[in-house]
């Protein structure tokens, strides 16, 4: 592999914190989950090897010393070259520059080869899966006739991870239509013991103001049954992530997976070109400036109903698990 100049990251004096960039490896995936609104025909449907390196490069330009590389899909198990070339390729990095670097990727769990699993587990990569609980709930999600034993492979591939050594989290969404069922659901997934469980809601129509206070009185009732969430990250729609798409584009604030739903939000979040940043500090956002551009796209009207109401239902969760009632 040639050698790639990683510019401030360098920085002889580190900065303390953590810089963080979450990375979409594919569109390509092999569910069409009904709260999923990433636009499968935009290209190119996978990550140019040449643009991974661009986006490591911009990762490990940050003056920070902890780093963190979340990689993402569409399903990254159907891109397996991508995910190798992405851990690899950053692990060596990482060496190179005595920065600490975690590496996460978000999964469906279906399609990985035991090779690709041992892989992960060998690498340290922490594993954030996406399960929103029993059979039902998963093929209900799932948006395609998911065969029994698609499930079982599901949950054959954590139960693998895990027994490889894996950091394994659980990550179940939760669908305005299947609130009723959240804390159903996380006794399902608490129960198989595969590692800690997050809920998280699905950002999709729905969500009035009756299901958001089931999802509260549900979170609170997971909550006295061992759920153990930090919800310091919500609203995630006003969180200035820094996001890079499959064709070099860097977005502050993920809205990727509402291309198809909300397409002036993710417009508005985009930044420029890999090749327009030296150091990925420079795209370091607030939360201010998050809502700030929310409420322009609100004002101008070009926001569909149900943004305000994620964003509402965010806050609400923040502040009552915080405080521990429903008001
Ligand atoms: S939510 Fe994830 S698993 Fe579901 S269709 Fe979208 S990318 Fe695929």
């Known amino acids: 592999m040639e050698q790639v100049n990683y510019g401030s990251g360098n920085n002889p004096d580190p900065q303390p914190g953590k810089a963080d960039l979450l990375l979409a ?3 390509r995936c092999n569910l069409n989950c009904r709260y999923c609104f990433i636009d499968r025909r935009r290209k190119p449907a996978d990550l140019p090897r040449k ?3 661009l986006a490591l490069k911009l990762l490990f330009s940050s003056s920070k010393k902890a780093l963190s590389l979340q990689l993402f899909g569409g399903e990254p198990a159907l891109a397996p070259a991508l995910v190798f070339d992405a851990v690899a390729i950053s692990r060596r990095m990482e060496a ?7 590496i996460s990727l978000t999964t469906n769990l279906l399609g990985w080869s035991d090779a690709a699993l041992r892989f992960l587990a060998k690498e340290r990569v922490g594993i954030l899966a996406s399960l929103d609980g029993d059979e039902a709930a998963q093929t209900w999600r799932s948006g395609i006739n998911l065969p029994k034993r698609d499930f079982i492979r599901m949950l054959a591939a954590a139960r693998r991870l895990k027994r490889l050594g894996c950091r394994l989290r659980l990550n ?3 669908a305005p239509e299947k609130v009723r069922r959240l804390h159903k659901n996380f006794i399902f997934l608490k129960t198989l013991g595969l590692g800690e469980i997050q809920a ?3 950002l999709a129509p729905g969500w009035t103001a009756n299901r958001r206070l089931q999802f ?7 909550k006295a049954s061992g759920l153990r969430q930090d919800w310091e990250i919500e609203p995630v729609l006003t969180h200035p992530q820094i996001f890079c798409d499959c064709d ?14 909300a397409p002036a939000l993710a417009e508005s979040f985009k930044m420029g070109n890999l090749g327009n940043f030296s150091s990925l500090d420079d795209l370091a956002g607030s939360r201010r400036e998050q809502e700030t551009k929310i409420s322009r796209l609100a004002a101008q009207r070009a926001l569909p109903r149900f943004i305000p109401e994620v964003i509402a239902l965010g806050n609400a969760a923040k502040s009552v698990l915080g405080r521990g009632k429903v008001s």
């Open 25 to 27: 490896l594919t569109r």
């Open 51 to 53: 643009t991974l390196k």
């Open 248 to 261: 070099g584009v860097v977005s502050v604030g993920c809205a990727a997976v509402l291309e198809t739903s």
């Open 172 to 174: 179940m969404v939760v």
């Open 96 to 102: 190179e520059t005595g920065k600490r670097l975690e």
């Open 216 to 222: 509260l009185k549900q979170l609170l009732k997971a």
């Open 200 to 202: 998280a809601y699905a």
